[in-house]
């Protein structure tokens, strides 16, 4: 349903990227953004939407070879995936609950962070975006409404649980990881 990209090439194409999509998808809104290139479309009308992403901005995020049907891809690792997660909580315009499930993913994972990435979107260190988000998330989360955004993507029984202790869960990793 949301599918992000970085742009490693220096030449990009994105009528390309636009001619490919339409052989899937039907196209409801494309458009070049400050900071990534946007298709909004669906493979069927009353199906749910899909995004495309190709990401501008040039991070120092680490990638590993991954092969999917004989196909070897370069994807984010882990770690760099993580940061741009944590970062993403408090940076978008509105904040998106499948953001907080994430990072309680990456989190019970064990995945590392690249601090790095955290420092340039950020301008703090790794402790002081933590004691930030955490308070983010203390004002901001509500527990009413964490399933928001979330229906679609996770089981009846799955939903009880997230309502019940996703805030709850990731303010505890955050804490710990602090100190």
């Given at each position: 349903?949301?599918?992000?990209?970085?742009?490693l090439?220096?030449?990009?194409?994105?009528?390309?990227?636009?001619?490919?999509?339409?052989?899937?998808?039907?196209?409801?809104?494309?458009?070049?953004?400050?900071?990534?290139?946007?298709?909004?479309g669906?493979?069927?009308?009353?199906?749910?939407?899909?995004?495309?992403?190709?990401?501008?901005?040039?991070?120092?995020?680490?990638?590993?070879?991954?092969?999917?049907?004989?196909?070897t891809?370069?994807?984010?690792?882990p770690?760099?995936?993580?940061?741009?997660?944590?970062?993403?909580?408090?940076?978008?315009?509105?904040l998106?609950?499948?953001?907080?499930?994430?990072?309680?993913?990456?989190?019970?994972k064990?995945?590392?962070?690249?601090?790095?990435?955290i420092k340039?979107?950020?301008?703090?260190t790794?402790?002081?975006?933590?004691?930030?988000?955490?308070?983010?998330?203390?004002?901001?989360?509500?527990?009413?409404t964490?399933l928001?955004?979330?229906?679609?993507?996770?089981?009846?029984?799955?939903k009880?649980?997230?309502?019940?202790?996703?805030?709850?869960?990731l303010?505890?990793?955050?804490?710990?990881?602090?100190?």
């Open positions: 349903m949301d599918l992000d990209f970085n742009l090439a220096e030449d990009f194409n994105s009528q390309l990227v636009t001619d490919i999509l339409t052989k899937y998808l039907t196209i409801d809104d494309q458009f070049n953004k400050y900071f990534t290139w946007f298709w909004l669906s493979y069927e009308k009353g199906s749910p939407k899909i995004k495309v992403e190709i990401n501008k901005w040039d991070y120092p995020d680490k990638y590993i070879n991954k092969d999917f049907y004989g196909l891809i370069p994807i984010m690792a770690e760099s995936m993580f940061a741009h997660k944590l970062c993403a909580i408090t940076d978008r315009k509105k998106q609950n499948r953001d907080l499930l994430d990072a309680h993913f990456m989190f019970t064990q995945f590392d962070i690249n601090e790095e990435i340039i979107r950020t301008g703090k790794l402790k002081e975006y933590f004691v930030d988000l955490i308070e983010f998330i203390e004002n901001n989360v509500n527990s009413n964490i928001d955004g979330l229906g679609e993507l996770i089981s009846d029984q799955q009880d649980r997230v309502k019940a202790t996703l805030k709850r869960d303010l505890f990793d955050l804490k710990s990881y602090v100190g």
